[in-house]
C-alpha cells in the first residue's frame, strides 16, 4: 500500500496518523509543493492520498500556485477510484476540488473544542460505533461549504461542516485528529504568540490556557479517534486496491 502525503507546512506533518499508516503497513512518500518538491503528474504507482493542513487559505492561489495543480491531482485520483483523506487546510483542498466555496468562518476555531458525528456520520465505515461527541484539536479561520452530492459526517456549534464524504473514497475533516501530545504541545507552546496577536493579549492568553486544559483532558480520546479512523480508512485503500488487481 503506497500512499502520497501532501505536507503544506512543515509544522503540520502527519505525526501519529502516518504511525497508524505504516503499521498498517503503508509506505509513504512525502510531497511538499510549496517548499520545491514537486507533485508526482498523475495518480500512477499510488493507492490513495492523504492532504495535510497549514495556515494558508485554500483560496489563496496568487501567493500558493501549487494548490491548483494540488486540486488536479486529488480530483485524479478520486476518477481512479483511489481513497482521499484531508485534514483541516487538506480537507478544505478536498472540498474545493469537488466545486465546493471555501472561505472564513464566522468564528475563529482553536483548541479541543467538541463535534458532533451526525446521523449519516454514525452510518458511515469510518465513524460507525464511535462516541457521538467528540473533542478535537481545532485550529482554522476558513470553513468549507459542502460539496454538492458530499456527505455531512460531523457538525460543531460554531462550524457546521466538519466534516463529509464524498462519492465512497474521499474523506475531508476540518479537525486535527492526527496530532501526538508533542506535536500538540508544540502548537500550543511555541505558537501562543499567534494567538495572542489574533485576539489580543487578554483573550489569547484565555485561549491559550483553555488549550492546555483541553489537551490533557481530551488527547486521549483524539487519539483513539485516530487510531480508528486510520486504520479503517488504511482498509478502505486496501480493499480498492484489490478491487483493482482483480
Given at each position: 500500500m503506497?500512499?502520497?502525503?501532501?505536507?503544506n507546512?512543515?509544522?503540520?506533518h502527519?505525526?501519529?496518523?502516518?504511525?497508524h499508516?505504516?503499521a498498517a503497513?503503508?509506505?509513504?512518500v512525502?510531497t511538499?509543493?510549496?517548499h520545491?518538491v514537486?507533485?508526482?503528474?498523475a495518480p500512477d504507482?499510488?493507492d490513495?492520498?492523504?492532504?495535510?493542513?497549514g495556515?494558508?487559505?485554500?483560496?489563496?492561489?496568487?501567493d500558493?500556485p501549487a494548490f491548483?495543480p494540488?486540486c488536479?491531482?486529488l480530483?485524479?485520483f478520486?476518477g481512479?477510484?483511489?481513497?482521499?483523506l484531508?485534514?483541516?487546510?487538506g480537507?478544505q483542498?478536498?472540498?474545493?476540488t469537488f466545486?465546493?466555496?471555501?472561505?472564513?468562518?464566522d468564528?475563529?476555531e482553536?483548541g479541543?473544542?467538541?463535534?458532533?458525528i451526525?446521523?449519516?456520520?454514525?452510518a458511515?465505515?469510518?465513524l460507525a460505533?464511535?462516541?457521538?461527541r467528540?473533542?478535537?484539536?481545532?485550529?482554522?479561520?476558513d470553513?468549507?461549504a459542502?460539496?454538492?452530492?458530499?456527505?455531512?459526517?460531523?457538525?460543531g456549534?460554531?462550524?457546521?461542516n466538519?466534516?463529509?464524504?464524498?462519492?465512497?473514497?474521499a474523506?475531508g475533516?476540518q479537525?486535527?485528529?492526527?496530532?501526538t501530545?508533542?506535536?500538540a504541545?508544540?502548537?500550543?507552546?511555541d505558537?501562543n504568540?499567534v494567538?495572542?496577536?489574533k485576539?489580543?493579549e487578554?483573550d489569547g492568553n484565555?485561549?491559550?490556557?483553555r488549550?492546555r486544559?483541553?489537551?490533557?483532558?481530551?488527547l486521549d480520546?483524539?487519539?483513539e479517534f485516530?487510531r480508528v479512523?486510520?486504520?479503517r480508512?488504511?482498509?478502505?485503500v486496501k480493499a480498492r486496491r484489490?478491487?483493482?488487481?482483480?
Open positions: 503506497r500512499l502520497l502525503v501532501i505536507e507546512d512543515p509544522t503540520s502527519i505525526s501519529l496518523l502516518g504511525e499508516l505504516m503497513g503503508a509506505d509513504l512525502t511538499k509543493p510549496h520545491g514537486e507533485l508526482p503528474a504507482g499510488f490513495g492520498a492523504v492532504v495535510l493542513g495556515p494558508q487559505h485554500a483560496h489563496n492561489d496568487a500558493y491548483a494540488i488536479d491531482l480530483g485524479a478520486h481512479q477510484g483511489k481513497p482521499l484531508g485534514l483541516c487546510l480537507g483542498l478536498l472540498a474545493r466545486g465546493a466555496r471555501v472561505s472564513v468562518n468564528d475563529f482553536y479541543f473544542l467538541p463535534i458532533d451526525t446521523d449519516e456520520g454514525a458511515d465505515p469510518l460505533g464511535l462516541s457521538p467528540q473533542h478535537i484539536m481545532q485550529w482554522h479561520e470553513t468549507f459542502l460539496p454538492q452530492g458530499g456527505t455531512r459526517l460531523m457538525t456549534a460554531t462550524t457546521a466538519q466534516a463529509f464524504r464524498y462519492g465512497e473514497t474523506y475533516f479537525c486535527h485528529f492526527e496530532i501530545r508533542d506535536h504541545n508544540m502548537w500550543i507552546e505558537f504568540h494567538i495572542l496577536k485576539l489580543g487578554v484565555k485561549a491559550v490556557n488549550a486544559a483541553e489537551l490533557k483532558q481530551h480520546g483524539a487519539n485516530c479512523v486510520a486504520n480508512w488504511s482498509d478502505l484489490q478491487e483493482k488487481a482483480a
